[in-house]
């Protein structure tokens, strides 16, 4: 008879780790973030993701952009986005319009509220209450946050053409002058640019359509956005890239890598020219077989040339609102810092 002789030591080539059970035991939420990177489904994407943000923070010659997408300033999210700005763990942000007033509203004193998400909507309506899943917002004082953006507009003047991130710092500038500390203010005491494709999509929309109706009219020029958005691609070393969600936010960052390749083909007759990204990380609960992610999944972004075949990426399947406080406390507690922030803001202001 033969007995059979495993090595039982040896890994399989097609492997690139093992899996190690987790112990109970006293840990910070750094280590134990690390630690999940050698567990599995989920747990290893965050754990994954964790590392490729270390990574990420620490490379010098890094612009990092953040991409927001989601409900996350009604959900209290948007003081750790700000700490994100604050701390400058990001250079650029691109988010829809809600998060970036949707924070404004907590910031002028106003209060979001828990509600059971089985709740009477034609009740709310009658109480004049605006219910976002299992939150709600007394929409009176929402109307106050909006005619404090119209204010806000009406201060602008009518002869300037602005881009996304100018009309944004120049409102961070306002908040901040009166004391509101929200995500604008803070990118605009960190000289942050903040572009937001979908401004109107949003209470910025009501405040500026008011003011239009009052025959205060800002022009808002989306082309002159993308190019800002283009020009600071353009003269960054490496590109990375943080998702908390996906939308028009992603993707509007993920075609700055695309017009560089048509810049190039197009003015420069450099042929077969890509710049993709070299860490990107996305959070987000979409699939690509519903649509939601179809053509634009970190994998599939490379076919693109908007993620670099070599990259460090990782996609996590978690609500965001699991997954960004638990990334910001293991940042924090770990004493992970960014290494050589940039300075951007003149790629606007210029």
């Not at 701390?87 to 828990?114: H, L, N």
Request: aromatic letters at 12%.
């Amino acid at each position: 008879m033969h007995s059979l002789v495993f090595n039982l030591k040896e890994m399989p080539e097609f492997a690139y780790g093992e899996v190690k059970s987790l112990e109970v035991k006293e840990r910070s939420i750094h280590e134990l973030l690390l630690e999940m990177s050698n567990v599995s489904f989920q747990g290893r994407a965050l754990g994954e993701a964790y590392r490729v943000l270390i990574e990420m923070f620490r490379d010098p010659d890094n612009t990092i952009f953040l991409g927001l997408a989601g409900s996350m300033s009604t959900a209290g999210m948007w003081k750790i986005i700000k700490w994100l700005i604050e701390e400058r763990y990001v250079d650029v942000v691109v988010s829809t319009g809600a998060i970036i007033s949707e924070d404004i509203y907590e910031a002028m004193g106003f209060k979001y509220y828990k509600v059971n998400p089985c709740i009477d909507d034609e009740m709310l309506l009658k109480h004049k209450y605006d219910r976002f899943y299992d939150t709600v917002a007394n929409e009176l004082h929402y109307r106050e946050m909006e005619l404090l953006i119209r204010e806000f507009v009406e201060t602008l003047s009518s002869d300037k053409i602005y881009s996304t991130p100018e009309f944004l710092y120049e409102f961070g500038k306002y908040l901040d002058e009166r004391k509101i500390d929200s995500i604008v203010s803070a990118a605009y005491r960190a000289k942050v640019p903040v572009f937001s494709p979908a401004l109107v999509d949003s209470a910025y929309g009501m405040a500026l359509l008011l003011a239009y109706r009052m025959g205060k009219k800002i022009t808002i020029d989306m082309v002159k956005d993308f190019h800002q958005l283009v020009e600071i691609g353009k003269r960054s070393k490496k590109l990375s890239a943080i998702y908390i969600g996906g939308g028009v936010p992603k993707d509007y960052v993920n075609l700055m890598t695309v017009a560089q390749t048509l810049i190039a083909e197009y003015e420069e007759n450099i042929h077969d020219y890509y710049k993709g990204f070299e860490y990107i990380v996305q959070f987000t609960t979409d699939m690509p077989q519903w649509g939601g992610l179809s053509g634009a999944t970190l994998e599939e972004a490379v076919s693109w040339g908007k993620v670099a075949p070599f990259a460090k990426k990782r996609t996590v399947h978690v609500d965001a609102t699991i997954a960004l406080p638990i990334v910001a406390h293991g940042l924090i507690v770990g004493n992970i810092k960014r290494e050589n922030p940039k300075d951007l803001i003149g790629v606007l202001l210029n």
